[in-house]
């Protein structure tokens, strides 16, 4: 089974509109951490946000907020007011235990924003 | 300060030619990765280094690929007798232990193609 799934390949926006993008996760590792990160068309990762598994209110980064359910095992990205330049791939990732372990990426959403 | 530098940026090579790519982390981060993105997937996980420490090696697709991390420092990737099926970005990232929550510096990638 995958770790993590992102069901959505591709998303369309407005400009100024709010959009989620969806993120389902698989562990059985009580402690872990889940990661969102944007990767323009020129290529390098960018992260956005950041929420661990014990953490009690949903993480949130300027224009980025992540909604966590942890019975439901999602961890949805919520891009507000969207703006052109957030047109990019969107990946999730999820690092089990603490420490430096790896993390597990998905396959990725493609998020376009028009004007 | 500098981010993680990655060279070269683009690579072309011929089938079986072996090729070396190159990974700068931060300054002082002790763990480092490599990971490979093939065209429309996400992030496959390859080899993972922490300080001292024996390096992580379960990613790694075939005995072709082998990667060094000197003086706990620059990074190496080599991949002998290319395979056309080897074409991807190969990120690096680094991480430090100070950071937290802990989040993850990617270089800009190096792009191979394999003719």
């Known amino acids: 089974a995958q770790k993590i799934t992102q069901t959505q390949p591709g998303m369309f926006v407005q400009e100024k509109e709010a959009v989620t993008l969806d993120c389902t996760y698989d562990?059985?590792?009580?402690?872990?951490?889940l990661f969102w990160y944007k990767q323009p068309s020129s290529g390098e990762m960018i992260f956005l946000i950041y929420q661990g598994s014990y953490d009690q209110q949903n993480a949130t980064e300027g224009r980025y907020s992540l909604n966590f359910q942890k019975a439901r095992k999602s961890a949805n990205l919520v891009i507000s007011a969207s703006q052109l330049g957030d047109s990019a791939m969107y990946f999730c990732a999820m690092r089990e235990g603490g420490g430096y372990s790896t993390l597990t990426f998905g396959k990725g959403t493609m998020l376009l924003v028009s004007p | 300060g500098a981010g993680v530098s990655q060279s070269p940026s683009n690579k072309v090579t011929e089938k079986g030619k072996d090729v070396e790519l190159r990974c700068d982390p931060i300054?002082?981060?002790?763990?480092l990765y490599w990971y490979r993105q093939s065209l429309g997937q996400g992030l496959e996980f390859l080899i993972y280094f922490q300080g001292n420490s024996a390096p992580d090696k379960s990613g790694l697709p075939s005995d072709r690929f082998s990667a060094e991390r000197t003086g706990g420092s620059v990074s190496t990737l080599t991949i002998q007798r290319t395979q056309q099926e080897d074409s991807a970005v190969y990120l690096c990232?680094?991480?430090?232990?100070?950071?937290?929550?802990?989040?993850?510096?990617f270089g800009p990638g190096t792009r191979l193609l394999v003719l």
């Open positions: 562990t059985s590792d009580p402690s872990y951490g």
């Open positions: 990232a680094s991480s430090s232990s100070r950071d937290r929550p802990q989040s993850w510096y």
């Open positions: 300054s002082g981060h002790t763990a």
